[in-house]
């Protein structure tokens, strides 16, 4: 594929984004940056956040994880969906009802606040490298296809990109990003629902012919219950995905600052449990494209990448296809991971400004600046992140998200909760010590879980052995009083 076109490709692309941001950015204020003024349409939301779930790494790596995984993946993103039910039922109604600009605020009000700095810090950790890997995956992509044409460094490509995720997101925030999403969620649907017509075009099948050769296929096996050792294992998938997903939107600023930019409760909840039931169907689009991908290349004698992320950039953009599919892998490569990082972005500082800096008492205008120098701050700590991941990279992308979240998600699903489902106050000094040493805890046991446990292997469900180390410290500091503060218990 040509790199004038690619460059086309995503100058369009930007044209509307930036489009969009000037117009949902206008009277844009403090409030319309942290949570959207509160006015948000709970449908459009739904939509967004089905684009928000799905990063460049979704895009890329979920066709190619067929091969080792066949359809298993699809019982960890059942789980997502039951989980944004629990999100829905239980964490929206206390966080509205404490009207939270930062969903971390709970833990100050029911704990103290060194637990408050503690999930915050942790957030911050686990936002900024899980973005970091995401945004890195697809400036990787961008160097192979187009920058290297025209001898532009990696690390030029980094700051022009984080430039572009900073410039659309400065001033609207959350109130930009619910309309980018969208666009976002439209782009990718359109783009990997094309790709898969093209593709089984190409082979000559008919609609009905791709159904079946999919559903014959060796990589179309969801359900696995044979071995409770095997990662895919139905179980382990499955509760990963639900603890998962509570501890990565529930218990994140990133998501739950648009999911609280809606009216009321009741919004948020149906924003919340639809986007959950459409995840299932998108994602199993990505992972019928991968079959695809793969009986084509078998069809047509290409050797496979020893990379299973490469697959999808190599044969969309190889000349295998018609021009049209390497430009609608462009485009919903973009608008996935780039979309992504402005969200992230807006929630690192958000939560930096509020939580770690501080603003309570603080006048608008204060706030205002304070939160424009964060911003470009943690732009450049972001792309200084990119940079050094590029330097360390050696696993698959989309593991690499999913394990980081299991270490640095797990203490802030161990914190919320405990102050959920307990009465008991803690010792709030020992909090941070409790955090840091419940995934180090994790790690020791993981490393050795085969020879200590009889060959299980842990996968995406070591987030909730973490949690529960977390939850266990939490027990161990903690007193029977009730706090006399508890929004939850009052």
Not at 235 to 258: C, E, N, P, S, Y
Not at 262 to 281: A, E, H, T, Y
Not at 291 to 306: I, N
Request: overall charge positive; proline content about 3%; hydrophobic content about 50%.
């Amino acid at each position: 594929m040509e790199p004038l076109l690619i460059l086309i490709s995503i100058v369009l692309y930007f044209s509307v984004i930036f489009g969009i941001s000037r117009l949902s950015s206008r009277k844009a204020d403090n409030e319309s940056f942290f949570v959207g003024n509160r006015k948000s349409p709970w449908y459009v939301v739904a939509f967004a956040m089905i684009g928000a779930a799905i990063s460049g790494v979704t895009f890329v790596s979920v066709p190619g994880m067929v091969a080792g995984g066949s359809f298993a993946y699809l019982q960890m993103v059942m789980g997502f969906a039951v989980g944004q039910v629990i999100i829905a039922l239980i964490l929206i109604p206390l966080f509205y009802r404490m009207n939270l600009t930062s969903i971390y605020g709970y833990l100050e009000n029911r704990f103290g606040i060194s637990s408050y700095k503690t999930g915050a810090w942790f957030f911050f950790i686990s936002k900024m490298l899980g973005a970091a890997v995401r945004l890195f995956l697809v400036c990787a992509v961008l160097q192979f296809l187009l920058f290297d044409h025209f001898r532009i460094p990696f690390i030029l490509n980094v700051a022009i990109s984080v430039a572009i995720v900073w410039l659309y997101t400065y001033k609207g925030g959350v109130k930009t990003l619910i309309w980018t999403d969208s666009f976002k969620t439209l782009c990718l649907t359109v783009s990997v629902v094309m790709c898969i017509c093209y593709i089984a075009s190409g082979m000559g099948m008919s609609f009905a012919g791709m159904i079946r050769a999919v559903n014959g296929h060796d990589f179309s096996q969801i359900f696995f219950f044979d071995s409770i050792n095997d990662r895919r294992y139905f179980f382990k998938q499955f509760l990963a995905g639900v603890f998962t997903v509570i501890a990565t939107t529930g218990l994140d600023q990133d998501f739950m600052q648009k999911n609280l930019s809606c009216r009321n409760p009741r919004d948020s909840q149906k924003n919340l449990i639809v986007s959950g039931i459409l995840q299932i169907f998108i994602i199993l689009l990505f992972l019928v494209l991968g079959v695809l991908l793969y009986m084509f290349a078998a069809t047509k004698g290409v050797t496979v990448p020893a990379r299973s992320d490469e697959l999808f950039p190599m044969l969309a953009t190889g000349g295998y296809f018609p021009v049209i599919v390497g430009i609608l892998f462009v485009t919903g490569l973009v608008s996935t991971a780039y979309a992504a990082a402005g969200s992230a972005l807006t929630s690192l500082t958000t939560s930096f400004t509020i939580d770690i800096l501080g603003g309570a008492g603080n006048s608008a205008k204060h706030v205002t600046g304070r939160r424009k120098r964060v911003h470009v701050a943690m732009a450049v700590t972001m792309g200084a992140v990119i940079i050094l991941i590029n330097l360390l990279n050696n696993t698959s992308v989309i593991n690499a998200v999913y394990v980081l979240a299991s270490y640095t998600y797990g203490p802030i699903l161990g914190m919320f909760a405990f102050g959920i489902l307990t009465r008991r106050s803690v010792r709030d000094r020992y909090i941070p010590l409790v955090a840091i040493l419940s995934p180090l805890l994790s790690l020791v046991i993981d490393l050795h879980s085969e020879k200590w446990l009889n060959g299980y292997s842990f996968s995406y469900e070591l987030l909730i052995m973490n949690a529960l180390f977390t939850f266990a410290g939490f027990l161990l500091f903690s007193r029977k009083e009730t706090p006399a503060n508890s929004i939850l218990h009052a």
